[in-house]
């Protein structure tokens, strides 16, 4: 009877697994997050070693991805396209080098590492150095025929560089989605009503699967070669050049010497003591990379070894993927609250039974706005998903509607500003829900929190904690009370000492005399952030210019669209911010003006992004002094950028800017037009 019960889990396991893998695979519209899908297929391979007498050929377990969609043309890959098993902890990392060096007779392995990228695995064929073909991994035997849509990402070559022109090529790689492409991506999705994508991953696969490919053309994907399958007749280790390669990071090497983009964070290193602390380094840095990663990627490095390890039936042995901790986490909903924002924007919290995600406690997560909590059907008692990605708060992913409780509460928008009793509107053509009370408590905090913050006036000691307290002590009720506090005010705050008191002091009135961008973003006009700021700083030289200028004349500034401009006139044609500004005159705030001789400089106007590492100086440094010079840096790659200034191992986006027909700089261009040579 325990077999019987035993061999039913297996069976229903195996069903389940399969749907997730058509949902994950085949319609890029998953219904459980990795870590569940990861869960479930390691109690199958359980359940399975535990009954070897069990047929699993035809199991999820011994199988890869999902067949490919009956609408796109199918290719048969030459090499199958396999996955990789899992590793989820230390020990199963100290299992597989034990594995690899017992099988290889070696005492110590020299591996080529790198982060796992979350996207969409894919084959490049090259024939005569020329992209000829492109599909999807598929069952991994089988996929589709993505050529139209691969011949839109800009940063895959449609001619190598210095290839071998008699074999067809096989390169593979991961197209993913930038984190800010994604979210750029998703605002449209907003914008215009649609749904939004779940996850850069998501966004990447349903992209490239588009049967029309002007779609993918706007999606804007990026690549990263991870490896290169070659033709039986041309084996690596021949003399051949230029493939005469031993090892996969010279492989690696090669691709990047044929234009094709590589990932940066790669590297060798031997022994499994370097494998976990390539681990550790790369999870701490896994959040301010620019795209979405899940964990690192093993390899035994030695191309002869790899052969001599061998596969198994749906991966290969001489590889591993280390993953990371999920940063998923299943939690219910206890209550959700509204917060006020400085714009007066309203903006729904759930409250969260606390849940560990990603090592971090989570007891909070952004509902962003009604249209969202309409969308996903959230519910007061609800039982959902919830991803946190690094400092980000987090948010609610699904709801699980199949645990829904009977006493479960829909939510509505408040009629009343929850701060000051106002009234609350939602606007035409907006789903933000506003509060207009002109004195909103909440909305004074979150300007003045603005209003002194670091990018702003950079008042350095008046943090949250402190701002509060002025607020609810009356001390101040707007920026400009700011510069009228006096030491005797202050020594009446609790915990507030002479010291201190001087310190802030002091930091105020260093921050009387701001420049003219800072003290542009530190009004918090609407749609104003920095980099905006800057541009209009360089143009108007002194803020009574900005303020006299017309909707015609912003608009006739690059960058600035009918939004940004008619927010800025709308900003200083309010009778009570112009009051405001001349309050914080009569303070002593001077902004300084932007002179003459940036406006004039070399670089004035101009718009720089930087790629790679610079040899002379960090970026910091380079941004200083473009700036110095009139011009501005940029962190994305824009119809509007003047200059790429490429690096050591720059990444992929030069290939985009060589596409798009920017001018690209090297180290010593670029020294010499900063003056620097």
């Known amino acids: 009877m325990e077999r019987d019960a035993e061999l039913k889990k297996i069976a229903s396991l195996r069903a389940l697994i399969a749907y997730h893998n058509q949902r994950y695979h085949q319609l890029d519209a998953p219904e459980i997050s990795d870590a569940e899908y990861d869960s479930l297929m390691r109690k199958l391979i359980e359940l399975e070693r535990q009954f070897p007498d069990i047929d699993a050929s035809l199991s999820p377990t011994r199988q890869v991805?999902?067949?490919?969609?009956?609408?796109?043309?199918?290719?048969?890959h030459a090499n199958p396209m396999l996955s990789l098993n899992n590793a989820f902890s230390e020990e199963e990392v100290r299992a597989f080098d034990q594995r690899v060096r017992e099988k290889l007779q070696e005492d110590e392995i020299e591996y080529d590492v790198e982060p796992k990228f979350d996207g969409l695995a894919i084959s490049l064929i090259y024939e005569r150095g020329i992209l000829a073909r492109a599909a999807t991994r598929g069952d991994g035997y089988t996929g589709e025929d993505v050529t139209a849509n691969i011949l839109t990402i800009h940063s895959v070559p449609r001619r190598l560089n210095a290839s071998p022109q008699e074999f067809p090529l096989e390169?593979?790689?991961e197209v993913f989605m930038m984190k800010n492409d994604f979210a750029e991506l998703n605002r449209i999705q907003r914008e215009k009503g649609e749904k939004e994508f779940a996850n850069p991953r998501n966004a990447a696969a349903g992209s490239l699967r588009q049967l029309d490919s002007a779609i993918t053309a706007k999606r804007n994907l990026s690549f990263f070669a991870y490896g290169l399958a070659l033709p039986d007749e041309m084996q690596l280790g021949s003399a051949a050049p230029p493939l005469n390669a031993e090892k996969?990071?010279?492989?690696?090497?090669?691709?990047?010497?044929?234009?094709?983009?590589?990932c940066n964070e790669r590297k060798t290193v031997k022994g499994v003591k370097e494998l976990l602390s390539y681990f550790a380094e790369t999870q701490t840095k896994r959040h301010s990379l620019p795209y979405e990663i899940d964990g690192v990627v093993y390899k035994v490095n030695l191309l002869e070894y790899q052969k001599s390890l061998g596969f198994v039936s749906r991966a290969p042995r001489f590889a591993v993927a280390h993953k990371f901790p999920a940063e998923e986490a299943i939690t219910e909903i206890c209550s959700i609250d509204v917060q006020v924002g400085r714009t007066g924007?309203?903006?729904p919290v759930a409250r969260l039974k606390p849940v560990s995600v990603g090592g971090a406690t989570v007891t909070n997560a952004t509902l962003h706005n009604a249209d969202e909590i309409r969308s996903k059907d959230i519910r007061i008692g609800d039982t959902v998903v919830v991803r946190r990605a690094g400092d980000v708060i987090p948010e609610i992913v699904r709801v699980l509607a199949d645990k829904r409780p009977a006493k479960a509460q829909e939510f509505l928008m408040p009629e009343k500003c929850p701060a000051c009793g106002s009234d609350v509107v939602r606007l035409a053509g907006e789903s933000a829900y506003r509060c207009i009370g002109i004195d909103c408590p909440a909305q004074i905090r979150e300007h003045i929190r603005h209003f002194v913050s670091r990018g702003a006036m950079d008042i350095e000691g008046l943090g949250d904690k402190l701002v509060a307290q002025l607020l609810e002590t009356g001390l101040i009720n707007d920026p400009v009370d700011i510069y009228?506090?006096?030491?005797?005010?202050?020594?009446?705050?609790d915990r507030m000492a002479d010291k201190s008191a001087s310190n802030l002091l002091d930091s105020i009135e260093r921050s009387k005399n701001p420049p003219l961008e800072k003290f542009i973003f530190a009004l918090g006009i609407r749609h104003v952030g920095e980099q905006t700021a800057r541009v209009l700083a360089a143009k108007f030289n002194h803020i009574s210019?900005?303020?006299?200028?017309?909707?015609?004349?912003?608009?006739?500034?690059?960058?600035?669209?009918?939004e940004v401009a008619g927010s800025i006139v709308k900003f200083f044609h309010t009778p009570a911010n112009i009051k405001v500004l001349e309050k914080l005159q009569d303070a002593g705030i001077r902004p300084q003006r932007t002179t003459a001789a940036r406006q004039e400089a070399p670089l004035a106007g101009k718009s720089f992004l930087f790629t790679g590492t610079l040899s002379e100086m960090s970026r910091i440094e380079a941004k200083k002094i473009v700036e110095s010079l009139g011009g501005m840096v940029t962190s994305s790659l824009t119809k509007t950028t003047d200059y790429l200034v490429a690096g050591e191992a720059p990444g992929s986006k030069l290939q985009k800017a060589q596409a798009?027909?920017?001018?690209?700089?090297?180290?010593?261009?670029?020294?010499?037009l900063i003056g620097k040579r």
């Open 248 to 262: 996969h990071s010279e492989i690696m090497d090669i691709l990047s010497s044929w234009s094709m983009p590589v």
């Open 484 to 493: 009228l506090l006096s030491r005797e005010k202050l020594l009446t705050l």
């Open 345 to 347: 924007v309203l903006t």
């Open 171 to 173: 390169i593979r790689g």
């Open 545 to 562: 210019n900005l303020i006299e200028a017309t909707e015609d004349e912003l608009l006739a500034i690059r960058d600035i669209g009918p």
């Open 65 to 76: 991805g999902s067949a490919p969609l009956a609408e796109f043309v199918q290719i048969k």
């Open 660 to 672: 798009a027909g920017i001018a690209v700089l090297n180290e010593n261009e670029f020294y010499k």
